[in-house]
């Protein structure tokens, strides 16, 4: 993702992030992470095989829009086999025209 275009809203960005876990891609997802919450590196060797992404709901967040909201639930395959869900709303915004991710609450 890091050659393609920028995402323009926070649900794109989303959707990439989600992109970058499955291949992980730790570049991008600490390029797309707020400075303000961005960790000093990312270890993706325990990653999950993550499976789909659903998109719950979205506030704000679309072209011109300063921050965003996105609710989703991320599908991945435990060691055992089993299917397991992550759910969060996830909070972005965007600085000099580029959304970055900034930290998100955790259901369940």
Known sequence: ???????STAEE?????????????AAW?????HPS???DDLDLR?????????IVEVAG???????????FRATYLQDDGELGILHERSRFVRDD??????DGDLFG
Do not use: H, I
Not at 29 to 33: E, F, G, Q
Not at 46 to 54: I, K, S
Not at 61 to 71: F, I, L, T
């Open 1 to 7: 993702m890091t050659d393609q275009e920028e995402p």
């Open 13 to 25: 960005l989303m959707r990439s992030r989600f992109a970058a876990f499955k291949r992980a891609d």
């Open 29 to 33: 997802l600490l390029r797309t992470w």
């Open 37 to 39: 919450t961005r960790p």
């Open 46 to 54: 325990d990653n999950p095989r993550w499976r789909g992404l659903q």
């Open 61 to 71: 967040g679309g072209a011109d829009a300063d921050s965003g909201v996105v609710e």
């Open 97 to 102: 025209g580029r959304w970055y991710y900034v």
